[in-house]
């Protein structure tokens, strides 16, 4: 039963892997480290010894809560006036704008749960003891690529849309039609002073992608590797053999504990504001009588791009990273179909566990309560613009004749 085919008994061979699976999730971490360091959120670093180090540890910890805390207000501030806007139909991208900024400042705290709970740790030990992992070092080329993909979308994402709202802050010509309403009036010099605010919650989007991206596709590795060991192996039909590879199946469900809360919160925050962004755009190219500006026309199109690329690559992981969570599912299964004669025990096993893989809940789910489909996702739009019609109905002038 090749788990993975060496002798675990030479300790030297036991070692050199766990040394390797080190080096391959430092080198997945390492851009998200630069990255949160340039920031200022990198508070996962080692507990030093000195004193007074500690204190500029706690220091930096709570000017971090503190800044989280001012950009709260602050973004509060700035989604209640571009939602209260008289134009909104009009300017509704600058408004999705800020939306995107209430996203940035879920990653942001997201950012800080993760290293101030230290689930990576808490991933990397189950890793570990689950399977070595040894998916990670086999796929270790596809991971990487995939992951720096990811990573450096989400960069450009951010710099893009940085990039739509300094023109916004910054051009005479679109204050003189009095479309932008960031600020009041008596407030539009603070704007200024608020970009580099806008770019650090835009920066953190990349951290949190590079997180989820690169345990997720460990996580499908690993899985995979399990699934390709089962289907060659020639003694599965043996009662310790099966048990073995349940086993190791079940460890490797622990993987989804320390990354269960961020992927919920994220993937959850993220759907509904992906289909907010095209009902509400969509809505806008239809009632909207105002004349659109160049800078409209072209942000409102980068957001339904971003956002039909969201939810598609929601739908695309959510179906792979549960298509290989239920594979050992038909393996196990197809074992009671086969010619081959099993005993009472072996039945035992099989059906229990392939019960409990039907009512686990699934690990990427809407508000924990539906898996993520294209039906459901469709309910959701429909519902979406029926609302956002009956919205519009009632809020239009009635005529007496």
Not at 116 to 133: M, V
Not at 302 to 309: H, V
Not at 342 to 353: D, K
């Amino acid at each position: 039963m090749p788990f993975f085919p060496i002798e675990f008994s030479t300790n030297e061979i036991s070692v050199s892997i766990h040394r390797k699976v080190n080096l391959q999730l430092e080198s997945l971490k390492f851009p998200r480290k630069i990255l949160g360091s340039l920031l200022g959120v990198q508070i996962s670093y080692p507990r030093p010894h000195n004193s007074c180090l500690r204190c500029l540890m706690k220091f930096h910890r709570t000017l971090l809560l503190l800044m989280s805390v001012a950009l709260l207000i602050v973004i509060i501030y700035q989604t209640t006036i571009h939602v209260a806007t008289y134009n909104y139909l009009a300017n509704c991208g600058r408004a999705l704008l800020v939306i995107q900024k209430c996203m940035g400042f879920v990653d942001l705290v997201l950012i800080i749960s993760w290293q101030w709970f230290n689930k990576e740790e808490k991933f990397n030990k189950k890793l570990h003891k689950s399977s070595n992992g040894i998916g990670l070092l086999k796929n270790k080329r596809d991971i990487t690529r995939i992951h720096t993909v990811l990573f450096i979308y989400a960069l450009l994402r951010g710099v893009l849309l940085f990039a739509f709202d300094v023109i916004i802050v910054l051009d005479k010509e679109i204050k003189s039609q009095k479309l932008t309403t960031y600020f009041p009036a008596e407030f539009e010099n603070i704007s200024y002073f608020l970009l580099p605010t806008t770019f650090f919650l835009f920066m953190c989007t990349p951290i949190v992608y590079s997180i989820l991206g690169s345990y997720l596709l460990i996580i499908v590795a690993e899985y995979d590797k399990l699934s390709n060991d089962l289907s060659s192996d020639g003694n599965i039909y043996q009662l310790p053999v099966i048990r073995h590879y349940i086993g190791a199946h079940l460890k490797l469900c622990s993987l989804f504990a320390p990354l269960k809360q961020m992927l919920s919160i994220r993937l959850d925050a993220q759907v509904p504001l992906n289909i907010c962004v095209i009902i509400t755009l969509i809505f806008s190219f239809i009632f909207s009588k105002v004349s659109r500006t160049p800078l409209d026309n072209a942000l409102d199109i980068f957001l339904i791009f971003d956002s039909a690329i969201h939810i598609i690559t929601i739908l695309g992981v959510s179906s792979i990273v549960w298509s290989k969570v239920t594979q050992i599912r038909e393996q196990i299964v197809s074992l009671v179909a086969s010619e081959r004669v099993l005993n009472e025990q072996s039945f035992a096993v099989i059906g229990t566990y392939v019960t409990y893989l039907q009512y686990d809940p699934r690990p990427i789910s809407i508000f924990q309560f539906s898996y993520y489909n294209r039906t459901f996702l469709m309910l959701i739009l429909t519902v979406g613009c029926i609302v956002y019609l009956l919205y519009y109905l009632q809020n239009q002038p009635v005529s007496l004749h």
